[in-house]
T-cell receptor, first 109, second 111 residues
Framework: GQQLNQSPQSMFIQEGEDVSMNCTSS?????WLWYKQDPGEGPVLLIALYKAGELTSNGRLTAQFGITRKDSFLNISASIPSDVGIYFCAGANNNDMRFGAGTRLTVKP | NAGVTQTPKFQVLKTGQSMTLQCAQD?????MSWYRQDPGMGLRLIHYSVGAGITDQGEVPNGYNVSRSTTEDFPLRLLSAAPSQTSVYFC??????????FGPGTRLLVL
């Protein structure tokens, strides 16, 4: 099946630093998405990308849909303590969606 | 709107028992899906439905059944629970694939 490789697995950063994480796949996806999950809760959609090359921002978050349609990255600028959580990438084709294993972000005040 | 609701929040089963995880949404979304989340593996799609009366298998469907008799409800049935089904289960709904709204999850332990 289609597998997504998400990196890094975890990050420990200082408040105010920028963060970058990415996701790659051996298969093409028509849609790339980024979710954040807080402990004990379901994932919440941060950014959805629908077109190869698309660059989209949501506040301090910026994500891009790779030209090859096999990768995507998420950047968080000027991190704050509430950015702590697990970030998941997801690729979608037709009615199938696959998730990466997640990047656990810790922000030190 | 309540969004996506799931019951129960926690459940402990013995091997071989059956149970149904409930999922309901009040947003009139056509697309609903079930995922399981295991440590280090992200979320894996179990089954999905693109509308009432239509269901299909996802990445890991074995051991689970679903039905979609109404737009609002999408229950997940475990026919004979196994320890390998210990996991956190999330239901999601969306107007189309991608912008999914997830429920709070059901934590299942199979002994």
């Amino acid at each position: 099946g289609q597998q997504l490789n998400q990196s890094p697995q975890s990050m420990f950063i200082q408040e105010g630093e920028d963060v970058s994480m990415n996701c790659t796949s051996s298969s093409i996806f028509n849609t790339w998405l980024w979710y954040k999950q807080d402990p004990g809760e379901g994932p919440v959609l941060l950014i959805a990308l629908y077109k190869a090359g698309e660059l989209t921002s949501n506040g301090r978050l910026t994500a891009q849909f790779g030209i090859t349609r096999k990768d995507s990255f998420l950047n968080i600028s000027a991190s704050i303590p509430s950015d702590v959580g697990i970030y998941f990438c997801a690729g979608a084709n037709n009615n199938d969606m696959r998730f990466g294993a997640g990047t656990r972000l810790t922000v030190k005040p | 709107n309540a969004g996506v609701t799931q019951t129960p929040k926690f459940q402990v089963l013995k091997t071989g028992q059956s149970m149904t995880l409930q999922c309901a949404q009040d947003m009139n979304h056509e697309y609903m899906s079930w995922y399981r989340q295991d440590p280090g593996m992200g979320l894996r799609l179990i089954h999905y439905s693109v509308g009432a009366g239509i269901t299909d298998q996802g990445e890991v469907p074995n051991g689970y059944n679903v039905s979609r008799s109404t737009t609002e409800d999408f229950p997940l049935r475990l026919l004979s629970a196994a320890p390998s089904q210990t996991s956190v289960y999330f239901c999601a709904s969306s107007p189309h694939l991608g912008t999914q709204y997830f429920g709070p999850g059901t934590r299942l332990l199979v002994l």
